[in-house]
Nanobody, 119 residues
Framework: QVQLAESGGGSVQAGGSLRLSCSAS????????LGWHRQAPGKEREIVAA????????YYADSVKGRFTISRDLAKNLVYLRMNALVPEDTAEYYC????????????WGQGTQVNVYS
């Protein structure tokens, strides 16, 4: 059973940076896509960024392009989200999620990590 665990959230002033980490265990080699989603209070969960295996490609939501960078360490089964130039609108619970090979849905989710950006 795949398990995902996020870390690295916190509070930061607008313009600052944070790096989120997601550790995958329990069959992580079967994962085809890893992504970061976020949910702000009163809003729907939205995908922020995703990284695909073999060959590696990435996806970013328009709202974070140029500010966020997703990367993956296959050897350590880690996925990172580097967030620069943070704005208050980035405040949300951030979730790591994964799709298994052959699956069209995000099958696995972490518990989430809170990011607060204050002005």
């Amino acid at each position: 059973q795949v398990q995902l665990a996020e870390s690295g959230g916190g509070s930061v002033q607008a313009g600052g940076s944070l790096r989120l980490s997601c550790s995958a265990s329990g069959g992580a080699s079967s994962l085809y896509v890893l992504g970061w989603h976020r949910q702000a209070p009163g809003k729907e969960r939205e995908i922020v960024a995703a990284i695909y295996a073999g060959p590696t490609s990435t996806y970013y939501a328009d709202s974070v392009k140029g500010r966020f960078t997703i990367s993956r360490d296959l050897a350590k089964n880690l996925v990172y989200l580097r967030m620069n130039a943070l704005v208050p609108e980035d405040t949300a619970e951030y979730y790591c999620a994964a799709k298994a090979r052959g699956s069209s849905s995000w099958s696995y989710w972490g518990q989430g990590t809170q990011v607060n950006v204050y002005s």
